[in-house]
């Protein structure tokens, strides 16, 4: 079936550093594409969100890019802080009533001091 | 922003026994959810919790294993029955906030572990 998934498992940074991470979607249908951030130990937490009209959002620290002609998906992080250290997910919700979001594997961010 | 609250955080429980987990809304929400996380993986959508009517289950979960209550707007259960250890993960309850657009937010998760 139509999936959502990422490029890296896992992605080591230095404090201060830019971090990218990446996520691939199949559905071309979807039309709307989620960041979760999740910390040990919690639930995921919204980190910002993009619809399919737009290539480009940024929020504080983080820029969402959307790629439709490769279905590409990417988060970047503006001076990456240990605290930004969690599981990266981004998911999709389609067209059609699919309120619910299909979540992909996850990427770890570890950020070293 | 909503804030969500589970019961327990966390149990050890032995096998062919049944966990009922609360999930509580500090606000009226439209939709819940229960995800089931297992360690190092993604989520994975159990049911969407219908207030006053059945639960709508996905591919893969049915009633008889995972009944699901909700009585009210800020409130409903998630039973795990006749527990085994393939049962053993992260249930995370959640909510779209009706005026948040598509916004979702979690709780923090019962993490269960069967024995």
């Known amino acids: 079936g139509e999936s959502v998934g990422l490029h890296l498992p896992t992605l080591s940074v230095q404090e201060g550093d830019n971090s990218i991470i990446n996520c691939a979607y199949s559905?071309?249908?979807?039309?709307?594409f989620i960041w979760y951030k999740q910390e040990s130990g919690k639930g995921p937490q919204f980190i910002i969100d993009?619809?399919?009209?737009?290539d480009k959002r940024q929020g504080q620290r983080v820029t969402v890019l959307l790629n439709k002609t490769v279905k590409h998906l990417s988060l970047q992080i503006a001076a990456t802080q240990p605290g930004d250290s969690a599981v990266y997910f981004c998911?999709?919700?389609?067209?059609?009533?699919?309120?619910?979001?299909?979540f992909g594997r996850g990427t770890s961010l570890i950020v070293h001091p | 922003s909503a804030v969500i609250s589970q019961k327990p955080s966390r149990d050890i429980c032995q096998r062919g026994t049944s966990l009922t987990i609360q999930c509580q809304v500090d606000?009226?929400?439209?939709?819940m959810f229960w995800y089931r996380q297992q360690p190092g993986q993604s989520l994975t959508l159990i049911a969407t919790?219908?207030?006053?009517?059945?639960?709508?289950?996905e591919s893969g979960f049915v009633i008889d294993k995972f009944p699901i209550s909700r009585p009210n707007l800020t409130f409903s259960t998630l039973t795990v029955s006749n527990m085994s250890p393939e049962d053993s993960s992260i249930y995370l309850c959640s909510v779209e906030v009706a005026g948040r657009g598509y916004e979702q937010y979690f709780g923090p998760g019962t993490r269960l572990t069967v024995t």
């Open positions: 998911a999709e919700k389609g067209k059609g009533g699919s309120y619910i979001p299909t």
């Open positions: 559905n071309s249908a979807s039309d709307y």
């Open positions: 919790a219908n207030q006053g009517s059945e639960a709508t289950y």
């Open positions: 606000s009226q929400v439209t939709m």
């Open positions: 993009i619809r399919s009209n737009m």
